[in-house]
């Protein structure tokens, strides 16, 4: 499980393909990717923003930006842990993500990048 830990908060990363909503004929591979923010630090934060870069085994690369995750803009406090499941399709089997939460720490309103680790995503039959 891809992890990094950037200014006290960690990020777990765990991925599955969606077989069920994919359909490799027309080059549409579904997968879902599950996150674990835990706070590891001293001060309560929230996450504002989210930036990701999405690059496909055929050179493409999209990038995704917004507010929260799935709708929600979170609040840690020390020793807490968020989760949430999103999802991303491709058009090959082989993918890979990346990306930053922005976050800030309340009650000083000092804002910072966290690191999220980048990830592979691939269709299980491509191990082989």
């Known amino acids: 499980m891809p992890t990094t830990t950037t200014q006290g908060v960690t990020v777990t990363v765990t991925t599955n393909y969606l077989p069920d909503y994919s359909s490799p004929a027309q080059e549409h591979y579904v997968f879902a990717y599950r996150i674990e923010i835990r706070n590891d630090g001293e001060f309560t934060v929230k996450l504002l923003r989210r930036h990701w870069y999405i690059s496909d085994a055929n050179n493409s690369?999209?990038?995704v930006e917004g507010e929260g995750v799935v709708g929600r803009q979170p609040v840690l406090e020390p020793g807490e842990t968020h989760q949430y499941v999103s999802g991303c399709?491709?058009?090959?089997?082989?993918g890979k993500m990346r990306g930053t939460y922005l976050m800030e720490r309340l009650g000083t309103g000092a804002q910072f990048e966290v690191e999220i680790p980048e990830f592979t995503l691939m269709v299980p039959y491509r191990l082989n």
């Open 89 to 94: 399709n491709l058009k090959s089997g082989v």
């Open 61 to 63: 690369v999209r990038e």
